[in-house]
């Protein structure tokens, strides 16, 4: 299984979804792993520190498992493969529109946020 680790393209945003080391983990699992260019250089992370741990550096999006911090957009939905899942900081109970958007394609969306219910 190949698991992507994307460059996050929201303005100002400094973290990666996953860390040189986390990609070693990682590969002793037994997992391929694919970072895509720069995707650490805001984190202090070089694409030589991922090579290091064993991933490549190459298309993300194309992975079967994607790991991101943000939403991605549509466009960048666009160059996931059908049947791919997604792992992100989604936002669902904050922003409905990100599941229409997901709902609507044929991926598998994990969000690895959450709002408490607030009972009023």
Known sequence: ???GVVRESKPGETRVAATP???GQLRKLGYD???APEAGQRADF???SFI???ATV???WQADVVFAINAPSEAELDQMNPGATL???LQP???PEVVEVLARRPITALSMDAVPRISR
């Open 58 to 60: 190459g298309d993300a």
């Open 33 to 35: 792993v694919v970072v």
């Open 93 to 95: 109970a904050l922003k």
């Open 87 to 89: 792992i992100a900081l």
């Open 21 to 23: 080391k986390t990609v």
């Open 1 to 3: 299984m190949l698991i």
């Open 46 to 48: 070089p694409d030589e």
């Open 52 to 54: 290091e741990a064993d």
